[in-house]
């Protein structure tokens, strides 16, 4: 067992899929944060994880998420083995409906950015086999390597395997990060649209970032035999045995004009509603779960040891990709810590990347590497 004392602050995937890394290669570390609550954006996505059959991309964030789309389903295995707790998830594909030839036309001009960028077995097919109580539209697209899980369960399982390996939980939020940097040898900020306010704190010159909240909505229905899921542009709806969950709206959040998240329910039932076809279920019916996502210029997430300061590191900015790329980048996170060299991803997502005097050079080995390696392995 690894003798280092660590804290991360965040209860939401990035932190959790962290600790969860962490426990496996030896160390015991202390999460800090409530597990619920309406800062916890993990814990209001709808879990739809969809790359709509792209094979190649242009850019280190879509690699990224092709690469961990992969992945996805053998850690989640992973993680149930380790916490003994199932996670409900589906891996039969994701569906995109389409209403006319020229709706059809301008899906996949969308998708494909009007080029062939390269695709994997998309299926365009006939909508004889559509939901029975919604609209039938012409046809859908089937994209047979998206997939969908409960979010939700898969944080409990986390928690529970960290616990079971020894991780302590502190549910209080953290004031003073400063008092952690004094008290633990090495501290992880997971704490999404809070991360950059712990560190402006510190009086740390941070990376420009925007904080973008949103809102997903789950109600009840008739019990379905099936599951199926579907995504239409940038909307998505989970049709579970139980359930149905939609999402996702976006807004700014501005501390001096609440946001009329009431109004924004309504919209998206609207939206919804034309772009699957399903029967609009009553709002009064209708739960709501919003939270903030934290999103840098560059869309990109930030990981790595923070310049000049040995004893902290950021896991954030992960924005609308947390499902997809926590593992990958708390893998990466964790490669540093040990002096490990880091992937084409981690060097991309590095954080040092926005500050000009502290940027790696890619490829360089690690300065420092705060934590011992341990005879345990991370890994799935
Ligand atoms: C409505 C909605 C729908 C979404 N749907 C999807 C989807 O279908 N697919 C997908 O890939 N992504 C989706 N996302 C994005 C995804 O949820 C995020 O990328 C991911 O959850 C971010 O995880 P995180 O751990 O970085 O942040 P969070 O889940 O927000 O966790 C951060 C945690 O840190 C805590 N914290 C903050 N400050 C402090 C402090 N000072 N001390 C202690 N704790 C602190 C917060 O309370 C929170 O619990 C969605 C997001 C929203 C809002």
């Not at 990224?64 to 589906?90: F, H, M, N, Y």
Request: aromatic share 10%; hydrophobic share 40%; charged share 25%.
């Amino acid at each position: 067992m690894a003798h280092e004392t660590i804290a991360i602050i965040g209860r939401g995937l990035a932190g959790l899929t962290l600790g969860f890394r962490m426990v496996q290669a030896g160390y015991q570390p202390t999460l800090f944060g409530a597990a619920r609550g309406p800062d916890n954006a993990s814990r209001c996505a709808q879990g739809i994880v969809c790359n709509k059959g792209l094979i190649f991309a242009d850019s280190p964030l879509f690699r990224a998420k092709l690469q961990s789309l992969k992945k996805l389903e053998d850690w989640l295995s992973s993680v149930e083995k380790a916490s003994g707790l199932a996670i409900p998830r589906t891996w039969t594909g994701v569906d995109e409906p389409y209403w006319s030839a020229d709706d059809f036309q301008k899906t996949f001009q969308r998708v494909y950015r009007g080029n062939f960028w390269g695709c994997y077995r998309p299926q365009n097919r006939p909508a004889k086999d559509w939901l029975s109580d919604f609209r039938t539209p012409e046809g859908y697209v089937h994209y047979p390597d998206d997939a969908w899980f409960d979010v939700d369960a898969t944080m409990n399982s986390l928690e529970k395997a960290c616990e079971l390996k020894g991780a302590t939980f502190i549910d209080s939020d953290v004031t003073e990060l400063k008092t952690l940097l004094d008290r633990y040898d090495h501290t992880i900020i997971a704490a999404g649209a809070g991360s950059m306010e712990l560190l402006k704190a510190l009086k740390l010159e941070v990376p420009k970032s925007f904080q973008v909240a949103g809102q997903s909505l789950v109600w009840k229905h008739q019990p379905e035999a099936t599951p199926r899921i579907l995504v239409k542009a940038t909307l998505s709806l989970a049709v579970l045995s139980d359930r149905k969950i939609l999402g996702s709206s976006s807004w700014k959040p501005d501390p001096h004009h609440p946001h009329d998240i009431a109004l924004d329910r309504d919209q998206l039932l609207d939206q919804g509603a034309a772009a699957f076809g399903f029967p609009r279920p009553s709002s009064d019916v209708v739960e709501s779960n919003w939270g903030t996502r934290l999103r840098f210029a560059d869309r990109m997430p930030a990981l790595g040891l923070w310049p000049e300061q040995p004893k902290l590191s950021v896991l954030t900015g992960f924005y609308k990709n947390g499902l997809q790329l926590a593992d990958l980048c708390a893998e990466q996170l964790l490669c540093e810590l040990q002096g490990e060299p880091l992937s084409e991803f981690g060097e991309a997502f590095h954080v040092s990347r926005f500050f000009r005097s502290g940027r790696r050079a890619p490829g360089s080995p690690p300065r420092h590497c705060p934590l011992s390696r341990s005879e345990h392995k991370a890994g799935t």
